[in-house]
């Protein structure tokens, strides 16, 4: 037995550890947190001063005892859980769960899983630091009180079923109120004035002029002073700039980057950063800081000299603005420099790639520029036209990396380079347009936007962000929309060879993909908690809370003082609430049903968006029909929501089957019997007919005919979300595109089947045929026990090859779905 104990949170990291110690240490994974608040009830004794009640869930009892068994035997107990508060909340778990005694527990962090960094760690022990315990203690109480409070108050007063949560009720908020501006906007048009010269040696040029136009008229009367005019050179200004490099990633620039850059959504940038941390080949992921130690700064320098020469190196420190900075000491880097493009999976190369450059061009050279602005006079008026152009003189930073930025950062791009002129130089105007532009209303928040905008409020911390965006999107409230956009005419006049043209031209307004757009269930859930919870959603009430939480982390503020002040007032608001207030539904009165005067609101109901005829308080029971999802009870209009009640349409009926088109959660269908058929993009169930349908129909019969068999049994083909595939004997196999999938051989076909079929039979651990029940291999390492329907996942700390099958069914039986009995009622004598 070794002398030597080492826990680690993730089994991942512990592989990783393992190579740098000796065989004195034998190192283990606690797999995250062993012990938490328990699901089914708050957990947290009000009356005792806050105090939570932590338990070890029953999945997690047999790693404790292992791990408690490895404990007592070891002489020394090394807890090395990450740095940050979580890391530190799961060492203190560990301490007590297992019984540890202080004598031989020490405590080490590291912010990198590299040799001297775990050597450096092992040399300099401490303490667990409970400060940092009791900062998280205070979050996770804190987020307990207001999620199992808020929720049963939402469920009585909206729809049963929600929840609610500190920060992510203040993110759907944002979100919300961005889409409310965006409903309220009125776009305003003016006219903008462009206009391409040639110079004395014939090089065209762009230029515009500083100012718009509100109406057609007053551009038409600029556009008429020019007829004629002789225009030139009234002013050359050349200037030298600088542009400096951004400074190393902390978690909210990593995620907002890997938006721009790599379209990685939040979650996914953090679990692939997470490997990348746990292989050892970044620092740690969840950090504030933008600081970089001297031998990160040195091993850039010399990567920076060896790959480009000494002129493009500048050491730089960085400060960072972020108040109370709790994570890690240092920003996200390569753990070494010199490894640009170690071999990785696919997502992790682009990721590495990312950090790397960013940090090696943050102790590079600034750019050095010429900036030139030319002004261009008319004999004829006084205003000026005006033209930049940008050149680069030393490229710099610029040869690695430039940062991204967000649409609504984007400032008005340079024209590039300008041909070369002097003050008082003849110019020949080719054309001038006046173009009809509108104001554009704000910009939906994409994941990186939104991440940018809670850091500048303060709310949440960088290890929250992942987590909040995820769950907002899970519970409904928040989606990402996807518009196609719609047209929108405007008008251009052109003034060229004296004559003055006017065209209409078309352009496409609102196109917008994967921004988050505000459900109507959200919206009813915000305004809700807006007007009843108003500290609770105050964007400055919610960062507070976050400093409370770096004081606490400090020693300068007590845990529970911080419990008690927030719950004297929400407690009672809380009663009040559930015990007052109306219920909340969003109802929007649209008009009256003109076939019977009734009234037609669209409102929430229990099963979604819907709109309805008549009210609760008629005789008449109210009629019903839900929202197409791509409605919303905020828009929809009257006439919108009367032909909801048409659907599903009556089509006729065909080879003895009836047809009818309806809307379903992907779109518009025509069902035939027991077949749904998708309608082509653009295509409305309102609109087809039955002769469309009958074309339809002939397509899927086509498409769906055998193609060719294999042992006995069809092949057919088809398209799906994952794209083409064959399916043979219930079996789904994709078709890349090394094949030609119109014209597939039987020798094709016969290929894809065989390593379809041998790659489930690698999937396969163990099977017990005659019970039905296998296990397989899934993603990430993980197994899974497989019976029909009923699919469990195995814990990673059990050996999926030995499990008996004994073990195998009572994991199933677990997971098995309990069968509701009605108690039997005697009959009344």
């Not at 500190?166 to 961005?178: F, G, P, Y």
């Given at each position: 037995m070794p002398k030597n104990l080492v826990i680690v949170e993730s089994p991942a990291k512990a592989k990783t550890i393992e190579k740098f110690l000796g065989k004195d240490f034998q190192v283990e994974s606690s797999f995250g947190h062993i012990a938490d608040l328990p699901s089914k009830e708050l957990g947290v004794d009000v009356e005792n001063n806050f105090e939570p009640k932590y338990i070890v869930d029953k999945d997690k009892k047999p790693l404790v005892k292992k791990l408690k068994d490895l404990a007592n035997k070891a002489e020394t107990i090394w807890l090395a859980s990450d740095e940050d508060r979580e890391g530190e909340a799961i060492s203190w778990h560990l301490a007590e769960e297992l019984?540890?005694?202080?004598?031989?527990?020490?405590?080490?962090?590291?912010?990198?899983?590299?040799?001297?960094?775990?050597?450096?760690?092992?040399?300099?022990?401490?303490?667990?630091?409970?400060?940092?315990?009791?900062?998280?203690?205070?979050?996770?109480?804190?987020?307990?009180?207001?999620?199992?409070?808020?929720?049963?108050?939402?469920?009585?007063?909206?729809?049963?079923?929600?929840?609610?949560?500190?920060?992510?009720?203040?993110?759907?908020?944002?979100?919300?109120?961005?889409?409310?501006?965006?409903?309220?906007?009125?776009?305003?048009?003016?006219?903008?004035?462009?206009?391409?010269?040639?110079?004395?040696?014939?090089?065209?040029?762009?230029?515009?002029?500083?100012?718009?136009?509100?109406?057609?008229?007053?551009?038409?009367?600029?556009?008429?002073?020019?007829?004629?005019?002789?225009?030139?050179?009234?002013?050359?200004?050349?200037?030298?700039?600088?542009?400096?490099?951004?400074?190393?990633?902390t978690t909210s620039t990593l995620q907002q980057e890997a938006s721009r850059k790599l379209y990685f959504n939040v979650s996914r940038t953090m679990q692939v950063a997470q490997r990348l941390y746990e292989a050892g080949l970044i620092t740690y992921m969840r950090t504030d800081s933008v600081n970089l130690s001297n031998e990160a700064i040195n091993a850039a320098k010399e990567a920076i000299v060896s790959n480009y020469g000494e002129k493009y190196s500048k050491v730089r420190n960085y400060t960072g603005k972020s108040k109370g900075a709790q994570e890690a000491h240092e920003a996200i880097r390569p753990t070494n420099m010199a490894m640009q493009s170690p071999n990785l999976e696919r997502d992790q190369a682009k990721l590495y790639e990312l950090i790397w450059k960013r940090t090696l061009a943050s102790q590079m050279s600034d750019a050095e520029l010429e900036r030139t602005n030319v002004k261009i006079q008319a004999s004829s008026h006084k205003e000026l036209f005006s033209a930049n152009g940008e050149m680069i003189k030393f490229d710099g930073f610029l040869k690695v990396y430039l940062e991204g930025v967000d649409e609504e950062d984007r400032a008005e791009e340079q024209d590039g380079l300008l041909p070369e002129m002097k003050v008082g130089d003849a110019l020949t105007n080719s054309f001038i347009t006046a173009t009809e532009r509108f104001t554009r209303p704000p910009y939906r928040y994409t994941e990186a936007s939104l991440v940018k905008k809670l850091e500048e409020l303060g709310i949440g911390r960088p290890s929250t962000y992942a987590p909040t965006i995820s769950t907002i999107q899970n519970r409904g409230y928040v989606e990402k929309g996807s518009s196609e956009g719609t047209e929108r005419k405007y008008l251009q006049l052109e003034l060229k060879s004296g004559s003055i043209n006017s065209t209409t031209l078309t352009e496409t307004v609102g196109s917008e993909k994967g921004k988050l757009v505000a459900t109507d269930i959200g919206m009813v859930v915000n305004d809700f908690l807006v007007e009843h919870f108003t500290n609770i959603l105050d964007y400055n009430f919610t960062a507070k809370v976050e400093e409370d939480f770096d004081e606490i982390a400090t020693g300068d503020e007590d845990w529970q003082k911080v419990m008690k002040e927030f719950y004297k007032d929400f407690h009672p608001t809380v009663k009040d609430v559930e015990e007052n207030a109306e219920r909340a539904s969003g109802e929007r009165v649209l008009g009256m049903d003109p076939k019977t005067g009734r009234q037609v609101s669209a409102r929430l109901g229990r099963f979604g968006p819907m709109v309805q005829i008549g009210t609760s308080e008629e005789e008449e029971k109210p009629q019903f029909a839900s929202l197409l999802p791509e409605q919303s009870i905020n828009t929809i209009t009257f006439e919108e929501a009367m032909a909801l009640f048409e659907l599903p349409r009556k089509l006729g009926v065909y080879e003895g089957e009836e047809v009818e088109a309806n809307v379903g959660r992907y779109g518009p269908y025509v069902r035939f019997g027991k077949k749904f058929i998708s309608l082509a993009k653009g295509e409305s169930a309102f609109d087809v007919d039955m002769d469309r349908a009958i074309e339809l129909i002939k397509e899927k019969q086509k498409a769906d005919a055998p193609i060719a068999a294999y042992e006995g049994k069809d092949v057919t083909k088809g398209v799906g979300r994952f794209g083409p595939f064959l399916k043979w004997d219930g079996m789904f196999i994709n078709v890349n595109k090394k094949y030609d999938f119109d014209n597939l051989s039987q020798a094709d076909i016969e290929e894809l089947i065989e390593a379809k079929k041998k790659k489930e039979a690698e999937k396969v651990v163990q099977e017990w045929a005659d019970e039905g029940i296998r296990i397989e291999k899934a993603r990430w390492g993980r197994h899974n026990i497989i019976q029909g329907k009923i699919k469990v996942e195995i814990s990673k700390d059990v050996d999926a090859v030995t499990l008996s099958l004994d073990e195998a069914k009572a994991l199933l039986e677990q997971k098995a779905p309990k069968r509701k009995t009605r108690k039997k009622t005697k009959a009344k004598k």
């Open positions: 019984g540890l005694n202080n004598k031989n527990t020490k405590r080490i962090v590291f912010n990198s899983i590299t040799k001297s960094a775990i050597q450096k760690a092992i040399e300099n022990p401490r303490d667990i630091n409970y400060n940092l315990v009791n900062a998280q203690q205070a979050r996770r109480v804190l987020d307990r009180l207001v999620g199992y409070q808020l929720s049963p108050v939402l469920w009585k007063k909206i729809k049963p079923g929600l929840s609610a949560g500190r920060v992510q009720s203040v993110a759907v908020r944002l979100i919300v109120e961005r889409e409310r501006e965006i409903e309220a906007f009125d776009p305003e048009a003016s006219y903008r004035i462009r206009a391409e010269f040639k110079t004395i040696k014939g090089e065209a040029f762009s230029a515009k002029l500083n100012k718009t136009f509100p109406t057609k008229e007053k551009a038409e009367d600029f556009l008429q002073s020019n007829i004629g005019a002789d225009f030139s050179i009234a002013n050359l200004d050349k200037k030298p700039a600088k542009k400096s490099p951004a400074a190393p990633f």
